[in-house]
């Protein structure tokens, strides 16, 4: 009667509620409890049994005791207002981030090392802030207080209602993030969660299929 899921904030602020109307349409009686957890504990959880599933960012393919049930390929973008002088563009270097306040990922994120990964050699940037809070990041960029590094995912509201566009980011040693879902190996999974599953699986596949969104008339 209940599943435990596990799910980084930016899918908790992103896909998951509409994935959650979908389920419930099919399994009202069904309890979800969601916890917001960091990749790595999401693993964990899923491991030693406290999530039933977990949708969590660039885990290991050889992980001992998990399986992949799906995972999509998501490239990482800056975001930033429909106005900034970088919105226009088919993509962005660091070189031309050089002048721009960063509201920055911490390193509670697993985005910070990807991106620490591929900035060697490269001009610096000008952090404003640190945080592991993907809504205050995207807030704060809507409101033209700085531009931030993140996927699609977790801003899909905010790119709809054109209040931030995200724009491809190019660097070297930058790689797309990997984004999936998992269970216990060897779990066999009951019907409701294994609906779940499912739902989350054909979301990826429609993630996969649809075109970076930049702002109209990009250069």
């Known amino acids: 009667g209940s599943i435990t899921i596990g ?3 930016s899918v908790a602020r992103g896909m998951l509620p509409a ?3 979908q389920f419930w349409a ?3 009686d069904i309890n979800v409890d969601v916890k917001v957890l ?3 504990q999401i693993l964990a959880a899923i491991q030693d049994g ?3 599933l977990g949708i969590a960012f660039d885990a290991p393919h050889e992980r001992a005791r998990l399986d992949r049930l799906a995972v999509a390929s998501l490239p990482i973008g800056v975001i930033m207002p429909p106005g900034h ?3 226009r563009r088919k993509r962005v270097r660091m070189a031309d981030l050089a002048a721009e306040r960063i509201l920055g990922p911490d390193t509670g994120l697993t985005i ?7 900035r060697e050699g490269d001009p610096t940037e000008s952090p404003r802030m640190a945080t592991n809070s993907i809504a205050l990041m995207a807030d704060l960029a809507a409101r033209g ?3 931030a590094f993140q996927t699609r995912i977790g801003v899909e509201h905010e790119l709809r209602e054109r209040t931030l566009v995200f724009v491809p980011f190019h660097a070297s040693g930058i790689k797309p993030r990997s984004l999936g879902v998992y269970v216990r190996t060897g779990l066999l999974l009951p019907a409701a969660p294994l609906l779940l599953s499912k739902l989350i699986s054909a979301a990826f596949q429609e993630l996969e299929r649809r075109p970076v969104g930049v702002a109209p008339g990009t250069t």
């Open 7 to 9: 799910v980084v904030e």
């Open 19 to 21: 994935l959650l109307s």
């Open 26 to 28: 099919s399994v009202p």
């Open 38 to 40: 960091g990749s790595k």
């Open 50 to 52: 406290t999530c039933d």
């Open 85 to 87: 002088r970088l919105a």
């Open 112 to 118: 910070n090392n990807l991106l620490h990964e591929g």
């Open 145 to 147: 207080a700085g531009i």
